[in-house]
T-cell receptor, first 115, second 115 residues
Framework: NAGVMQNPRHLVRRRGQEARLRCSPMKGHSHVYWYRQLPEEGLKFMVYLQKENIIDESGMPKERFSAEFPKEGPSILRIQQVVRGDSAAYFC?????????????FGEGSRLTVL | DQQVKQNSPSLSVQEGRISILNCDYTNSMFDYFLWYKKYPAEGPTFLISISSIKDKNEDGRFTVFLNKSAKHLSLHIVPSQPGDSAVYFCAASPGRGGSQGNLIFGKGTKLSVKP
């Protein structure tokens, strides 16, 4: 399966712990995006990355959240000192270079529950 | 303030009939409009899109209409099938006003197609 792969699919953390979510883009895609979906809401853009570069992080909370897309390996969304309000589904998407029509390929999501 | 609004949280339609899902937006600078379909516990999948310079795009049973003066778009599914039952998200791409992949999503409309 050459689709966008996210893991873990489900993650449970206690308040104050760290959450790390991983995303491997589709083969041939060099652009990665992270979105968050809160219950009963639409998806909200968080960050757009290319290899070793953060292109747009305008949707990232100012504190506790960070993202990277290293030269080798998956993209990682890291949430430090999680709080209950971080409970959500986090979706990763990818696209090939040069696509600006908005068509993104999404993974199945990682569902974070903070106790 | 929501820039993309889907005012109907749910819609129920009989199999074989037409489903019409509506979406309103506020920003006249949006470049592309897209519809994504989402099944439970899966990621959104791209369905169809339309450029802001067009007023109609058709792909099989799916047609999207864009009315720029009313800042309104709609997705028509004809004929509707039980497998179309899913949540449909309307999304807009900011184009030159924002970065690639920074889509703005509505909250979704849950479509149920009854056999």
């Amino acid at each position: 399966n050459a689709g966008v792969m996210q893991n873990p699919r489900h993650l449970v953390r206690r308040r104050g712990q760290e959450a790390r979510l991983r995303c491997s883009p589709m083969k041939g895609h060099s652009h990665v995006y992270w979105y968050r979906q809160l219950p009963e809401e639409g998806l909200k853009f968080m960050v757009y990355l290319q290899k070793e570069n953060i292109i747009d992080e305008s949707g990232m909370p100012k504190e506790r959240f960070s993202a990277e897309f290293p030269k080798e390996g998956p993209s990682i969304l890291r949430i430090q000192q999680v709080v209950r309000g971080d409970s959500a589904a986090y979706f990763c998407a990818s696209s090939p270079a040069g696509v600006n029509t908005g068509e993104l390929f999404f993974g199945e999501g990682s569902r974070l529950t903070v106790l | 303030d929501q820039q993309v609004k889907q005012n109907s949280p749910s819609l129920s339609v009989q199999e074989g009939r037409i489903s019409i899902l509506n979406c309103d937006y506020t920003n006249s600078m949006f470049d592309y409009f897209l519809w994504y379909k989402k099944y439970p516990a899966e990621g959104p999948t791209f369905l169809i899109s339309i450029s802001s310079i067009k007023d109609k795009n058709e792909d099989g049973r799916f047609t999207v209409f864009l009315n720029k003066s009313a800042k309104h778009l709609s997705l028509h599914i004809v004929p509707s099938q039980p497998g179309d039952s899913a949540v449909y998200f309307c999304a807009a791409s900011p184009g030159r006003g924002g970065s690639q992949g920074n889509l703005i999503f509505g909250k979704g409309t849950k479509l149920s197609v009854k056999p």
